[in-house]
């Protein structure tokens, strides 16, 4: 095969601006080959350089040193640059960053356009386009009126409307539901197989790396590994100290296997794993109930309210052509003290929702009362202090010259004491692992990570009794996930705070939240402890949701006919369930 991809001992340095600090190196030496009709994942953490390396395959950035040559043609040959850009296209992270016209056909048809393409040919490729990424009903819409994840599909659509015989995507389907992501990858393997399509797919999604080709891993703007996923992956402890993470399925085996249980090879995925552990499991003699249609008691205790939403709706642009009922009769209650999780398919409602919690949107009909406060008229200001919001991309929330001064920016309109607001911001960032040398720098010379938590300390500093988080650990690596995470669960039990989170990671709302409320088409279709929402299968599929991946593991241990008897949510659940029946059947494992 040819090579689509070609790198030879690249390296790329970005400047600040401060003339004290030194330049920072993104990539260093990377060589690479990747060839025509390849699927390969790259994986690594914020900042390794992976989308820097990204950058410079489209010829966005051009190399200090070394050369990048795609389908034959120099990225450093300026006459030559659209060829290369037509034959590789590049969807980004944040799809704000790509989208350019007034209506979502408009921002499809941009690329062909340029690319002088007929009228009519240019109409085929972007009805063709939308339909594949699940869009075409959204043609005529104004692409901010889409959620995050629907405008990152149209992102999608308008690179493949281009017909490129290379994609790359930087993290392009963090912002997705999982139904939505399994969308893509079926669209990017099809467009792989089907029509010889180079993908380069970056990703902190180790699931989608268990479908590729080949798997790169960076590390400090160095290759430092690829292979094939089981190459990848059989390197578990390498992996981690990477600050990667490996597929649940695998973490599974392998830390069956350090329990003693023989396992020769790690399986990447469930239908591995069911060959793996037949040796050990047995199957259950005469019918057994179906613990995916049982409810279980959960250890949820209800708590006093800190929420009431009562018969909530919202419609945007009500009396317009436009108009879209966002939430429909909504009814819940949050309580003190609790983890709540919402999850549901992209544009069902749940920034909406959230965003009456603190009064940034108005209700149409219903009300919705914080600690006895109305999300209106008078309370409005004294509700806000109570409700801390950070959005999808917190790092877009910083401002100001300093850290420091980004931080107290909430404080300053307090009146509070300089003494005092030193003292709550020393306070968070202890809470939050910032290191006090941060504090005089600018918030934009941090890292994706550094930046983040900075976002949450503004928020955090104000002290309120609510935290709501919007897709906290979208476009963070496994290390800065798990983080976060640990930064929330030592909120809630030291401080108090109540957290709501929206994710769509179902892993992460398994392993953290209490409760999780489900929303579909604006609906509130219910909310139950976790266990409770995550055995109703059939019911969160249809919402085109899905289950953690060892809570289908187990499903499907189930329908295979072995005695699994309990929904078990995480990894951890998983190793003690299998090592107690395995030890019950053999009487110990070796």
């Not at 709550?424 to 994706?448: Q, R, W």
Request: net charge negative.
């Amino acid at each position: 095969m040819n090579e689509m991809i070609k790198t030879d001992d690249v390296y790329y340095e970005y400047f600040t601006q401060n003339v004290d600090d030194i330049v920072v190196q993104a990539v260093k030496g990377v060589s690479m080959s990747i060839r025509q009709g390849q699927f390969v994942v790259v994986l690594g953490r914020n900042g390794s350089g992976k989308s820097t390396l990204a950058r410079l395959l489209n010829g966005l950035l051009i190399p200090r040193k070394g050369t990048v040559i795609i389908n034959g043609i120099h990225t450093h040959n300026d006459e030559l640059i659209w060829e290369v850009r037509k034959t590789l296209g590049l969807v980004l992270q944040n799809p704000d960053n790509q989208i350019v016209a007034t209506t979502v056909e408009e921002d499809v048809a941009f690329g062909p356009e340029n690319l002088g393409i007929s009228p009519a040919e240019i109409r085929i490729r972007v009805d063709e386009s939308l339909r594949m990424v699940d869009m075409e009903g959204y043609s005529e819409y104004s692409p901010h009126m889409l959620s995050g994840g629907q405008k990152q599909r149209i992102a999608i659509a308008g690179i493949l409307a281009m017909k490129p015989k290379c994609i790359v995507l930087d993290e392009a389907t963090s912002m997705l539901d999982p139904r939505g992501r399994k969308e893509v990858m079926d669209v990017l393997k099809k467009l792989n197989q089907e029509k010889g399509i180079t993908i380069v797919l970056i990703t902190h999604h180790m699931e989608e790396a268990v479908e590729a080709d080949q798997v790169m891993v960076m590390e400090d703007g160095r290759l430092s590994l690829t292979g094939t996923p089981r190459q990848i992956f059989e390197n578990v402890e390498q992996i981690r100290r990477a600050g990667l993470d490996i597929p649940k399925i695998t973490a599974l085996a392998y830390n069956l296997k350090k329990s003693g249980v023989k396992i020769d090879r790690l399986p990447l995925n469930s239908e591995e794993m069911i060959k793996t552990l037949k040796g050990f499991l047995k199957r259950k003699n005469g019918e057994s109930p179906n613990l995916f249609s049982q409810l279980s008691s959960g250890k949820y205790e209800k708590n006093e309210p800190i929420i009431k939403v009562q018969n909530l709706s919202h419609i945007y642009m009500q009396g317009s052509a436009f108009e879209k009922a966002a939430l429909d009769n909504i009814n819940l209650t949050v309580n003190k003290g609790e983890i709540l999780g919402i999850i549901g398919q992209t544009g069902s409602g749940k920034s909406t929702l959230v965003q009456h919690f603190n009064g940034i949107l108005k209700a149409t009909s219903g009300t919705v009362e914080v600690d006895g406060l109305k999300a209106e008229g008078k309370d409005l200001k004294e509700l806000r202090q109570k409700v801390g919001l950070i959005f999808q991309y917190p790092e877009h929330q910083l401002f100001e010259e300093t850290v420091y001064k980004d931080i107290i920016f909430g404080l300053t309109r307090m009146g509070i004491p300089a003494e005092e607001m030193k003292a709550k911001v020393f306070h968070t960032i202890d809470l939050l692992g910032i290191s006090p040398e941060l504090l005089d720098k600018s918030p934009f010379e941090l890292s994706g990570g550094q930046k983040r938590r900075v976002a949450i300390a503004g928020v955090l500093v104000m002290e309120p009794m609510v935290l709501i988080l919007d897709e906290p650990t979208a476009g963070l690596d496994p290390q800065g996930s798990i983080e976060v995470f640990k930064i929330l669960s030592r909120l809630n039990k030291q401080e108090g705070t109540t957290i709501i989170i929206i994710s769509h990671n179902m892993d992460d709302i398994a392993a953290y939240c209490d409760r999780v409320a489900v929303m579909n088409n604006g609906r509130l279709v219910f909310c139950d402890t976790a266990p409770n929402v995550f055995s109703r299968y059939e019911e969160l599929r249809s919402y085109n949701l899905d289950i953690p991946k060892i809570t289908d593991l187990f499903r499907k241990l189930h329908e295979s006919g072995y005695n699994i008897s309990q929904p078990v949510l995480t990894v951890d659940e998983a190793q003690k369930s299998l090592l107690d029946i395995i030890n019950a059947n053999q009487g110990g494992v070796e």
